[in-house]
């Protein structure tokens, strides 16, 4: 899990076990469209260390959990050690929201595999134009999210 120490200019995590639900009103403050906030965009790419080809892959950004700020990846099918085609994310530096990922893959054995709905790992400038990398590791299995500002990662279940 990621480091509890890993806390962002507000003193909030930049990753974790946020329980809220969708959307995430209790950090709504400085939302999309306030003067304050920059809209930015980068580049996420899955990385497969599963041990072998996946098949069926989404994974999906929100800003803020919000449906209305969603963008997401679709691969039929991703080799071991392949790294998918990029899609672009878009979010907001400046405001306080946090970015929620959610990644769905089926296995070899076609066993259905996804992380928990409501886990964030939050981006900021550094992170604008660059790639985002999301490791999904077999023999751990978890997702690993790799910035260029932060690093996390969350377990990944059998759904």
């Known amino acids: 899990m990621c480091s509890p120490t890993r806390l962002g200019l507000d003193g909030q995590p930049l990753s974790g076990f946020d329980t809220r639900l969708s959307p995430d009103k209790t950090r709504s403050t400085a939302k999309v469209g306030a003067p304050q ?11 497969n260390h599963w041990g072998a080809t996946i098949t069926n892959v989404t994974l999906r950004h929100r800003y803020s959990n919000n449906p209305e700020y969603q963008q997401q990846g679709n691969w039929p099918s991703l080799a071991e050690n392949a790294t998918s085609t990029p899609f672009q994310v878009i979010f907001w530096t400046g405001a306080v929201g946090h970015d929620y990922w ?36 077999g023999s751990a299995e ?10 996390c990662d969350v377990s990944l279940y059998e759904s």
């Open 37 to 47: 906030s920059t809209q930015q965009t980068a580049n996420a790419v899955v990385v």
């Open 142 to 151: 978890e997702m690993q999210c790799q910035f260029v500002s932060t690093q």
């Open 102 to 137: 959610w990644i769905q893959f089926e296995d070899a054995n076609g066993k259905l595999w996804q992380c928990k709905q409501n886990f964030y790992c939050t981006l900021s400038s550094p992170d604008a134009g660059n790639t985002l990398y999301f490791f999904v590791n």
